[in-house]
């Protein structure tokens, strides 16, 4: 048989939204909304929030799950499902491949993630929790465009981020990042690096 066998169409699907009660805290619960992700009518992943589409095949939406918070010691003897907010997703269209972005120093509690292109830019916690940082990854890199301390975390169960969501521009591509009791910064993304845009007062230099 002579030719190249057709690629496999893959069909990429969202299920009903359902309302659900996401656990913050044991004493503190937020309604959110989940979609079940489809790939080829099998059930993937469960997804909140909107889904941001990178190219014509490939987008990103943030991942929700369900964990057990059974106890040994819990009379009940089935699983205590609680719904959390997890990581972010990568779906491609043409592969049907569904895996998790990179991004570094991202909280699920505390990051607030705003796209633009294939970047994500967000207020990132330390993994000692005493320092917000302001972040730039890229799809398909492990190192960050950008990473600049921005200020130390509270201490708070308020699964809020210390700093606004970034603000994007374009033709020049910057981002600005206002985090809370500080003064806005605004960097220049060029490919894989950032700088701090001229328009800031510089202090100490851009990235770190």
Known sequence: MCGLAAAKTHIISFG????????????????????PLFVDSKLREFTTGDVHEVTDSIFV??????????????QK???????????????????GNV?????????PFYSVVSWYRDYAAYCGLAEDGTKISAMVAQLGTKK???RKIVGNAK??????????????QRDPTRVTFAPAGGEALTFEVRGH????????????????
């Open 16 to 35: 009903k939204p359902m309302n659900v009660k996401w656990f913050v805290t044991p004493e503190k619960a937020q309604a959110i909304s989940v979609r």
């Open 61 to 74: 939406v943030r991942r929700a799950y369900r964990i057990n918070d059974y106890l040994p010691e819990d």
């Open 77 to 95: 003897r089935v699983p205590d499902w609680k719904w959390q907010r997890g990581d972010w997703l990568v779906v491609n269209r043409r592969t």
């Open 99 to 107: 895996s998790a972005v990179n991004l570094p120093e991202f909280d």
């Open 144 to 146: 960050p465009v950008l």
């Open 155 to 168: 201490a708070s169960d308020v699964p809020d981020s210390e700093c606004a969501p970034p603000k994007w």
């Open 193 to 208: 690096s950032a700088d701090l845009a001229e328009t800031s007062e510089k202090n100490d230099g851009g990235t770190q």
